[in-house]
């Protein structure tokens, strides 16, 4: 809620102010989130809302919906959609209104500001099957029919099992699809837009940023087709979004006009999320037991937002490990659960980049995604 923001420990009193709000709307800061629906992801669209974004927010159209599904019908919205972005309009609503109370409240209110609470964006809801590549493709295509520029991308989509192998339609593996191929699909295709913001641009997923082991078999098994397990999925998603966001981060750092867009991989720790809803029920019922003692989500999306999409937006600099040197190099900047730098593995290579996004290019060309090799 957004009075816990205005008193929270982990809150950024600097960032959560009416200016920003204002700030957001009248330079129409736009944001994609995908995973939108729920835990993180959801916690991540209402601060970007509170804060005055344009939220436009991803997710599965019912909460049944199967990796052999795709998006619903765009001519109607459908109930999810409706709620969705009522629930976020809500959060802009109460943020302003708030936060014009606390600026009277405490006598600082802008001789320019307006003695009523500011509009709300015109937030949105697209439907997306994050486990078809081809689904994101569509969904995005959708979104850069209606927006030229895009300020932030958050992607939080993923998924918590014990199954193995499990292919998706295209013939990936559904944990390293969410976790990993959707993720690099989502920020090629939405690189047009996110070169055209002002704010400048932060693409951030959100995983494992500075926790994970490597995958020492990608160069053999890559696809992890071969070698599967729940350890061998976790490290590589974990160690592919490294190698594959700093290459997006060199890419851009190559064209004059794109220097401006940081690539951010962030760990968000324990949070108290549905996670595990996928799992076997009795595992399912151990975990629930220790759900509690997890971070609220919405002090989760403040620290990954806080030390990444906020701070750009208020002209700081995001966190970064002078080891890495990550702002100096162009590279990706690793995230820790509290805003802090963490370090890349020792495995992360020039070599082991090149190896992986050229996998990579090849999964999403299979996909019919344009990207070049």
Known sequence: MVTSLLSARCAIPNYF???AYQRSLTTHRTAVVVGATSGIGQACAHRLAE???LVIAVGRDNATTTSSSSSSSP???SERAKTVVESLTRASTNAASQLLEHDDNNNNKSTNSPDSPLPP???EFIACNAFSLRDVQLAAKTILAKHDKIDALIMTQGMATTQGFTPTAEGNDEKL???YYSRMAWAWLLLPALKKSTMPAV?????????HSPYNNYAQDPSLKNSYSIKNAADA??????LGLDHLARHCNNDDDNKKIAFCHASPGFVNTSWGKEFHPLLRSMVRLFQPLGRN??????YMLGATVLARDAGDDIPHNHIDDANESGGVYIIGQNGEPKTLTKQHTPEARAFIWEHTVEVLQKAGIDIPS
């Open 203 to 211: 693409v951030l997923s959100i995983l494992s940023g500075g926790v």
């Open 237 to 242: 998603a974990g160690y592919y979004n490294d």
């Open 75 to 77: 001519d109607a919205p």
């Open 121 to 123: 964006p015109t937030h």
């Open 17 to 19: 102010t009416r200016a």
């Open 297 to 302: 989500p919405a002090d989760c999306a403040e």
């Open 51 to 53: 804060q005055g974004f």
């Open 177 to 179: 699809t969410l976790h």
